[in-house]
């Protein structure tokens, strides 16, 4: 099963027009190894250059399926207001291709709540995740995976407004519905480190350290040492040892938060975070220094 983000993709790739002139798909799998590598300029260059050719060509449901793409490197690599009004521009094209309502409407909604949350704009990424929740109810996909991915986006928006108890709420939801599907244990886990930080704020750390052990041993595993995610579990390990006083053990795993971060993402705002935390672990195990 894919990822939340993965899913979303995806399905916009799954829409987007035939091949024509622009070649798509090749475009798309060119993109995804030059992410691979971690050659994020180049993956920049490439989608920027392949939307002029699709806005020459015409081909608005391509420019539709890169512009989402351009919103989630810009959102993951820490612009937030260049992802912001990208996502603009995919919900305008929303209208010109008469997808108002549908399905790749409540995706491009998603990215851009998404998006907004990124940018510190939780009130306004919460009015569109609503929208496109009730989107997907009217479509009578209340069960299915696009609406996982929306409560899992919908409790960090919340996480973000320090209100864990309606964040827990949503996760919940979340880690339910992931459990009707197959092959999950990579979402469970996912969503298992959200819950970890909302029982943390909560004062629920004996609950917390349940969760974050069974979440641990998914990326103990193979396929779970090779997940980007694995970075965001470092950080809630950290974050649960040092309130259980463990210092030693939150610096190391915040290091290792750092260290996966920058490795899978670059530099972002998630760096400066997990740093803000180190330092602050560092301070309380040598306060003499």
């Known amino acids: 099963m894919r990822r939340p983000d993965e899913n979303c993709r995806a399905f916009l790739r799954r829409q987007q027009e035939s091949r024509g002139s622009m070649e798509i798909q090749k475009i798309l799998t060119k993109y995804d190894s030059y992410l691979n590598m971690g050659k994020l300029k180049d993956a920049e260059a490439l989608l920027l250059l392949s939307l002029q050719d699709a806005e020459e060509e015409g081909l608005y449901g391509a420019r539709l399926t890169l512009l989402n793409e351009l919103e989630g490197l810009y959102r993951t690599t820490g612009r937030a207001r260049q992802a912001m009004e990208i996502s603009e521009k995919a919900l305008a094209l929303i209208s010109v291709l008469g997808l108002t309502g549908q399905e790749p409407h409540a995706v491009t909604l998603l990215n ?19 929208r496109a929740e009730q989107i ?3 479509l009578g996909q209340e069960e299915g995976y696009l609406m996982t991915a ?14 864990p108890q309606q964040a827990l709420h949503y996760q919940q939801q979340a880690l339910t519905q992931i459990r009707k599907f197959p092959d999950t244990k990579a979402e469970e886990a996912t969503t298992q480190i959200s819950m970890v930080q909302s029982l943390l704020m909560l004062g629920r750390s004996e609950e917390a350290g349940h969760i974050l052990e069974e979440a641990m041993a998914y990326y103990d595993t193979a396929e779970g040492q090779e997940d ?9 390990a950290g974050e649960y040892a040092f309130r259980m006083g463990n ?6 795993d915040l290091q290792e938060a750092l260290r996966l971060s920058l490795e899978y993402y670059g530099e ?9 935390n180190l330092k602050a672990v560092q301070q309380r195990k040598n306060p003499q220094d």
């Open 112 to 130: 851009g709540a998404t998006a907004c949350r990124a940018a510190g704009e939780n009130e306004k990424a919460l009015q569109m995740y609503r």
């Open 136 to 138: 997907l109810r009217d």
């Open 150 to 163: 929306l409560y899992n986006n919908i409790s960090q928006a919340y996480l973000d407004l320090q209100q």
């Open 228 to 236: 980007p995610p694995r970075s965001a579990a470092y950080a809630a």
């Open 247 to 252: 210092y030693a053990a939150a610096e190391q």
């Open 268 to 276: 972002n705002d998630a760096c400066e975070v997990i740093r803000k």
